[in-house]
Structures are given as C-alpha cells and as structure tokens.
C-alpha cells in the first residue's frame, strides 16, 4: 500500500485532528524546541495545503519555509518530485527581488548542507563505531561515542593550553629574548627559597626512570609542571606577552570552556524529553515499539537482543508483581523493610568513611616519608615507588573493592532491579569522586598545616615550606601519579584478567568453575566512571600541570583502541541491554559534577592560598589573583571601571535575584502544565466515551 | 556499472534529492553504485522485495517483509524506493518522520491503527515465541494500551502512537539503518 495515497485509503487521518492533542503543552513549548520543530501533524498540514492550488501572491518567506518541509513529508519520492515542480512553478512567477531572495536562500541552504555533509564525514572513527554498533548495539556504542567526544574535548583543551602557555614560552627560551622579571625578591625570607629538586651526586639510570613515574626530580624543571614557568613579562616587537597572566587565563578558559561544551551537549540529549508531562515514561511502549535496534546485523546479536528484550520484559511484569506485593503488605512488615534500609545505608556510610580514612592516611604517611631526607625507604626504589604511589594505589583498590560490596549488599533493600542497578551507580560515583576530594583535602592540610598558618611550619612562608618547597608541583605530582597509575591499572586488569579470562574458559570449557565464572561482559556504566574519573582527574590538574590535556588525550587514544580490542576478543554480548540515551544524560551530569569538584582546589588555590615564593609564575605575589587585578589596573579607564562594576556585589545581587525569579516562573509554568496535561487527557477519555 | 554519460547522475539530479531527501549527498551514489547492475541505467533498474530483504542490513531484520512492503511499489524497489527507505532510516531524519514510518510498518493489517492483532505480531515477532506465554502476552498487551491509548478505543492511532514515541528517547537511536 502506497503512503502516498495516504489521504484516500483506509488511514484514518481524521482522528489524529482531535484538538485535544494540539492543545497539548508540547505544542505550547514550540517557541523553545528550535525552529526546526513542527507542531502535531504540521507536516500533513503542509502536504493538504501542498496537494491543493498554491496561491499565487504568497511572499516568498512561506514558500522558503515550505521548502523545507519537503525533506520531512512522508511521501514517496515520485509524490515530492511533483510537488517541488509545483513550487519550482509558483517560483517561475516571482520577479526580481523576490527571485533573488530565494535564489540566496537556496545557495545558503545548498552551503550550509555541504557543510555539515563533509563534516560529518570527518568524524573520526566513524567506520569502528558502526561497526561496534552492528555487532553489540547501540547500549554500548554509547560508550565508545562519550569516549570520542572526551578526546575531542581534551584535544582541543591541549591545543588551547599548548598555544598559549607552551609553546610561547619554549619560543621565548630559544630565542633568548629579554626577561623583565616582576617579582620583589627583597621581602622574601631566605629559608623559603630552597628549593633544588635536581638529584645530588651520583645518579643512577633507575633514578630517572622512578623521576618519569613519580614525576619527581628531572621532571620537576620541564614544562610538565608549574614550577618550571617563570614570573616575568616578555618583550617581544613592540607587544609584552605576560606569561603569568597567559597561564591563569588560559586555564581559567579551559574549565570554563569545557563547562559550556558538556553542558551543551546534555542539553542537547536532554531536548528529547524536554516536556515533562505527567511523568510517565511509558516503558512498556517503549520496550516494545523503540526496543529493536534496526542497525544490528549480526545474527547471533539478534538472536541475543531478542532474549534481553523478553528478559527485560518479564523484569517489567515481575517488578509489577513485586510492586503490588508489597502494597499490599502490613505495616509491621514494611516498617522492618525501612529498619534494614536504614541499616544497609548506615553500613554503607561507615564503609565510605573507613575508605576516606585509608586514604587520608595513606597520603600523609606518602607525603611525609617522602618528604624527608633521611627517610627509610631512600635508596630502595621499589620501595619508594610504592610509597610514592599509596595515595593512587588505595583509592584504587577502594574503586575496584567496595563498587562490589555496594551490589551486594543492596539486594538487601529490595529495591525493583532497576532502583538498585541506579542506587548501586550512585553509590560508586559518590565514592570515586569523594576520594578524589579527600586526597585533595589531606594535601591541603599538609600544605597549609591544618588551616593553621601560625603553627611551626607555616608562619615563615604562609605554607608548609618543609615538607612542599613548591607546592603547586606537588599536587600536579599527585594528579600526575593518579594519571599514570590509572592508566597503568587498565593496562594491567585487560592484559592479566581479561584476556587469560577468555583463553581459560573457552579452553577448559568442562570446568565447572570456570563456567560459572564466564566470560567477560561489558558493562558499560562502570567504565564511564571510570572516564569521568580520568577526566576530574585532569581537570583538578591543569592549574599545576599545564601539560595534562596532552597527556589525557593521549591516554584515551589508547584506551579507546584498548578497549575495542578487549570488546572484540573477549567479551560476550550481555543479557541484558543498556540503555543508551536516558543513561548518556546521567553520565553528562557525572562529568558536570566531577568538574565541579575540579574547580574548587583550582579556585581556592588562585584566591585564597599564596604562591609558592621559589617557583612558577607567580612568585612573590600576594595570590595568583593579583596578576588580573594588576593588568586591569593597567586598562584604560572605562574598561577598568566596567569591569570593576561587574565584578562588584552591585552587580551580583540583582543578577542571581533574577536568575531565581526565572527559575520559580520555569518550574511554576512546568507545575502548570503537566496538570493541564492530566486535564486534557480526562477531557479526552469523556469525549471519546461519549 | 552502466555506460556512457547518460548512466552518471547530473548535477541538477542530485541537488534536487539533496533537498527532498535527508540523506547525505555522498551516500546517494554508494546506494547507486549499488543499485546498478551491468548493461542498466538507474532509472530503470528494479529490485524485488526479496533481492531487498537479502540485503545484510534487513536480512536479520523480524520486520524485514514489512519494511520492504511499506517502502517498495508494487513488491518492486526502483532506485528512488530505495532512496526514499534510505532517508527515512538514515541518522539525520527528523524523529516525526520515523515515527509515521515506524507506525506503516508496525501496523499489519493495515486498517491505519495499531490494535491488538498487530501488538500481538509485533511482541511475538521481537521475541522467540516458545519464550513467553499466552497470559503474559496479554498482559505485556493491555500494559501497552494503558500507556498509550488515550481515548481509550482498544487501538492506537498515529496521533497516539506519535504522542508516545516522542517521549522515548532512544527510539530515534534505534530506528537507525546504514545503507
């Protein structure tokens, strides 16, 4: 049957002209989807006023406008190439202005289409993720795409970073060019200026090889870290490049610009479900009509896909059962089932808190050990290696252990499976990005000696000058190790886990052992984490490690070809499916947090804590700040005022009062509709049983 | 592949599908290439159903028959059948495009509603059958009515079925094919 002789056969295109359904909320929120969304049935709109005469006085603005809905109507090709004739006709007839209006509009229209045609053949890696989606599906094809856009973003981040703070300043080193240094050494106590991290005396080879691991020693004086850029302002023909301005800047824009690309990018998977109606998310519907993925073409993939299909609804039916079940229970049983809730998250609480403190510990005891000279474990590299990297190792045992224990011990709660697959991530994820957070603030603590700036330590330089001769190095050293050590892990888990996993059980298939145990699955959620903890990770980095972005994007180049291989050699399609898109939200708004997080040691460390007085490029300033606040002094003045202005609590206040108005007005008029919602749909049910 | 420059799409053609098809100019000559068999011109070059449905991309397809019959003339695919179920599949089609297509092809019987009969091939063509019984069919069945039916006339209309997909996010994703 023909779509074309949609308007004459038995399609009954009358129904969906009920006016309830254009009265929906949906429609009201046109203004907000862009101007390519369409209203209910626009598009038979467009083919009823198509199909008849077209006037011969339209303006040429409709006619533009009912061009593009050619692309959009459901007819076949023979019906379109008609109806772009009839328009090609009414065109004929426009004379001169009206003739060049459209005559530019195509062109635009033909250019802007190229464009986006070649760049979406330049995507990269195009040809593996199909293929990847061919074979296990676009649940885990999602991954591999988050893994190419945090490449992307990490590249262009390096570029950015490279540009601006490297590259100027190798340029400036090689052509020797005249140094004017900015600082006032005269104030400066002496005993803050040692500071000598070249290895004294006889240096063995091994030495350079813990140094390139622990990023101690020789690597200290490379542009790796921030102790190696200097204070001072270069002239250079006619224009002064201020290279401590350039480099707070420079990051301050890269946090800043990647904020604006994630966010972009969530709100542009989020603009599916941007009408919030009444909540329901129809799964059942969903499962059933959205639940075969068409670009699958592998057969035994189909054949698993059909079983997690009906795996997945049974789970539905079941979770329905329980849910009635438990309605239906009496009060005493369900006031047991809330003690061991609150007992499971209270034994959850307390194994978090047993974790922060390993981890505490651990990066004390790293740091002061190895902040000594006469230390028990110099000389022995091994041992300093491993000491050197406590911090790294615990959290990461911590990361594999207790995501474990988690699922476990939530079975306890009966929870419907997809609460505890989403409490069980929550979980993980809280305790991924608070580890991160307690080895920052126990570095903290070491630094500033406890908040106390007037105990033994911290009253001649303003900071722990001991232990951190340059501080800003040491936590780069610490976001550094956790780098390479991350990276290191994966490198060991896929070669000495994964692939005798495989080659174990399809060898020895009649062990009973090794049955049970299986061969891999992929699971998709626990690897994000793991990208979005890489990625934090390099953020909380950048201001002490400006050459973190390189090396970022270069590990997850080859994560990506690494976990491709394991994905085509040892694992197995999974039973059940990953949802792609609902899940790509939440794992967008774990990288917004985890960015989050990243900004406040950056923040705090710009405003609040002095530079270290023997290093990088903000030697002998108050804080980091003060290198903008002199170069804006030095603005002509309306600039400077404006900028003082907006940075002023004046401006502040009355922005975030409207900002909350806003925000009340969005959720009221949400509240609004969503119950407009629940009207209508009554209204419709009275109609049609009348 | 055909000869002579009578067999070549003209520049004019292939703009004219640019506008009316959302599918890459790039792709409509890989499809072409395909299309053409030695000694024909793609104008006049036909495929059957089954040649189609033998296709990798449909072959694993449960609804692979409809696909074809919704798509093809006649059981026959000229190259502008092909072109038109090309740019329906293909990754920049708008989403109400796919669903009016989605609700041609799910609707078998094709009296313009999806009513229970339909439901019932479709839950039984995503699964194996010996997999579910009859009382779950029934109720996965009346669960589905009960999300989507408004009016509640026991069928869903494309306004329903539309007002439902649009909410699934991952429904664009999956009704994807690569031609």
């Not at chain 1, 180049?557 to 949802?579: E, G, M, Q, V």
Request: proline residues 4%; aromatic residues 12%.
């Amino acid at each position: 049957m023909e779509p074309s002789a949609a308007g004459t056969n038995g399609f009954s295109w009358g129904s969906r002209g009920t006016p309830s359904l254009l009265e929906l909320p949906s429609n009201q929120t046109l203004r907000f989807r862009g101007n390519r969304a369409l209203t209910w049935g626009a598009a038979l709109e467009g083919l009823e006023s198509a199909t008849g005469t077209v006037p011969q006085d339209q303006p040429t603005k409709d006619l533009e406008e009912e061009e593009r809905p050619l692309k959009e109507l459901p007819l076949c090709l023979a019906e379109k190439h008609r109806l772009r004739h009839q328009q090609e006709q009414v065109k004929g007839q426009l004379r001169g202005r009206g003739l060049w209006h459209t005559g530019k509009g195509r062109a635009l229209r033909r250019f802007q289409s190229r464009m986006r045609d070649m760049l979406s053949q330049a995507e990269v890696w195009r040809g593996a993720l199909r293929n990847i989606e061919g074979h296990f599906g676009t649940g885990i094809q999602s991954y591999f795409n988050f893994l190419r856009f945090l490449v992307l973003m990490n590249f262009v981040a390096a570029l950015l970073v490279a540009g601006f703070v490297v590259v100027p300043n190798i340029v400036f080193e090689e052509l020797r060019l005249n140094w004017m240094g900015d600082s006032q050494e005269s104030a400066v106590n002496a005993s803050c200026l040692h500071y000598n991290p070249n290895p004294q005396g006889l240096v063995s080879y091994f030495t350079y090889i813990m140094d390139l691991l622990s990023g101690k020693g020789f690597m200290e004086l490379t542009y790796l870290f921030y102790g190696y850029y200097k204070n001072s302002v270069v002239d250079f023909v006619g224009f002064s490049y201020n290279i401590p301005l350039a480099y707070l800047l420079t990051t301050l824009f890269y946090l800043f610009f990647c904020l604006l690309w994630v966010v972009r990018r969530s709100v542009q998977r989020l603009r599916h479900s941007l009408v919030t109606e009444d909540g329901s998310l129809g799964t059942y519907s969903e499962k059933i009509f959205a639940g075969w993925d068409f670009g699958l073409t592998q057969r035994q993939v189909v054949e698993l896909r059909k079983k997690s299909i009906c795996y997945e609804l049974k789970l539905e039916l079941e979770e329905e059962a329980l849910k009635q079940h438990q309605a239906a229970q009496t009060t005493r049983q369900r006031a047991s089932l809330y003690a061991v809730r609150g007992l499971v998250n209270a034994l959850v609480l307390v194994l978090l808190g047993a974790a922060f403190y390993c981890i505490y510990r651990a990066t004390e005891y790293s740091q002061s050990l190895l902040g000594q000279d006469d230390s028990p474990v110099k000389g022995f590299y091994f041992l300093e290696l491993l000491v050197a990297y406590l911090p790294s190792i615990v959290i990461t045992a911590a990361n594999l252990i207790f995501p474990m224990i988690f699922g476990v011990i939530v079975g306890l709660e009966k929870y419907p499976l997809s609460m505890e697959i989403k409490l069980t991530l929550l979980r993980s994820v809280f305790l991924r990005l608070a580890s991160l957070a307690v080895l920052l603030i126990s570095l903290w603590s070491q630094i500033t000696c406890n908040g106390d700036l007037q105990s033994w330590g911290c009253e001649t330089c303003g900071y722990n000058v001991h232990i951190h001769p340059c501080w800003e190095t040491s936590v780069g050293q610490e976001m550094y190790k956790l780098l390479v050590f991350d990276w290191v892990t994966l490198l060991l888990v896929t070669l000495l886990v994964e692939f005798p996993r495989k080659m174990l059980v399809t060898q020895f298939p009649s062990c009973s052992l090794f049955r049970l145990w299986g061969q891999q699955e992929f699971l998709v959620p626990s690897n994000v984490l793991d990208l979005v903890y890489g990625q934090t990770v390099c953020w909380t980095g950048v201001l002490f490690c400006p050459l973190l972005p390189v090396l970022n994007t270069l590990k997850y180049i080859a994560i990506f070809y690494l976990k491709k291989l394991t994905l085509f050699t040892n694992c197995r399609p999974s039973d059940r499916t990953f949802r792609a898109s609902s899940a790509n939200f939440f794992f967008l708004l774990v990288l917004l947090l985890g960015l989050m997080l990243a900004c406040v040691p950056a923040l705090y460390s710009i405003f609040v804590l002095p530079p270290s007085k023997v290093c990088g490029p903000f030697r002998g300033e108050l804080n980091m700040w003060s290198a903008v606040s002199i170069a804006v002094s030095k603005l002509p003045d309306i600039t400077r005022d404006f900028l003082y202005f907006i940075g002023s609590l004046g401006f502040a206040v009355p922005l975030f009062l409207l900002l909350s108005i806003l925000m009340f007005y969005l959720m009221a008029l949400a509240s609004s509709c969503s119950q407009m919602v629940m009207d209508l749909k009554s209204q419709l049910q009275l109609v049609s049983d009348a | 592949m055909g000869q002579g420059s009578s067999e070549s799409m003209k520049t004019e053609e292939l703009e004219e599908y640019q506008v009316l098809l959302c599918f890459p100019l790039s792709r409509i000559h890989d499809t072409f290439k395909n299309m053409c068999s030695p000694g024909e011109g793609y104008r006049e070059a036909k495929m059957t159903s089954e040649q189609v449905c033998s296709w990798p991309q449909l072959k694993v397809n449960p609804f692979r028959d409809r696909i074809c019959h919704v798509f093809s003339t006649d059981d026959y695919f000229t190259f502008e059948d092909i072109l038109g179920m090309a740019s329906v599949f293909s990754e920049k089609a708008c989403p109400w495009l796919k669903i009016e297509y989605a609700f041609f092809i799910y609707d078998f019987n094709e009296n313009g509603f999806i009513d229970e009969e339909d439901l019932q091939i479709i839950i039984r063509r995503l699964l194996n059958s010996d997999d579910i019984k009859e009382e779950e069919l029934i109720s996965l069945m009346n669960h589905v009515l009960d999300e989507a039916d408004l009016d509640n006339d026991g069928m869903l209309s494309l306004a329903e079925f539309e007002h439902v997909m649009t909410k699934s996010p991952d429904f664009v994703l999956s009704f994807q094919i690569h031609f």
